[in-house]
C-alpha cells in the first residue's frame, strides 16, 4: 500500500499563487487547487484560475467552477472552453466534486480533460448521498 501525501491551497491571486508555502508545496505528493474565501471579480477569477492551472505546484483543480456558482458568476462558454483547453496544456486534473456537482460543463465536455473524484469529505457524515459527480439533469 503507497499512502500519498497532499495538501489543498487556496487560490490567493490572479497570477494564481497558492497560500501554502513552498515547504510544503515540495512534500506533498498531490497538491489540490481551490477557492476559498477571497473576493474576485468574474474576470479576475478567470484570469486567476487560467494563472493557476499553469502553476507547476498545481496538480488537481478542486470545487471547479464551484466559486463561480457561489459568486453568481456567469461563465461564458469561450471562457470555460478556453479553461478545458488550458488544463489538457498543462495536465492539471478536473476533479469531479462528488459532494457539489459541476453545471458548468457539459459531460461530453468533461471526456476530454483529465478527471478525479473527489469527495471533499470532512467527517464521516459526508458519505451519505454522494452524487455523481456532474449535474444529474444534464443529458449531453
Known sequence: VECLVG???????????????????????????????????REEYVES???????PAVDVWAHPFDYAARQGFEITDAERDGILDRLRETGVY????????TRVVPRSLLGTVAT?????????????????????????
Open 7 to 41: 495538501c489543498e491551497a487556496t487560490v490567493l491571486d490572479t497570477d494564481g499563487r497558492l497560500d501554502a508555502t513552498d515547504a510544503i508545496l515540495d512534500r506533498a505528493d498531490v497538491v489540490y487547487a481551490a477557492y476559498h474565501g477571497r473576493q474576485f471579480t
Open 116 to 140: 478525479v473524484p473527489g469527495y471533499d469529505l470532512h467527517d464521516l457524515s459526508n458519505w451519505q448521498g454522494l452524487g455523481a459527480g456532474v449535474d444529474p439533469d444534464d443529458r449531453s
Open 94 to 101: 478536473f476533479e469531479l466534486n462528488m459532494r457539489r456537482p
Open 49 to 55: 484560475v487560467l494563472s493557476m492551472l499553469g502553476n
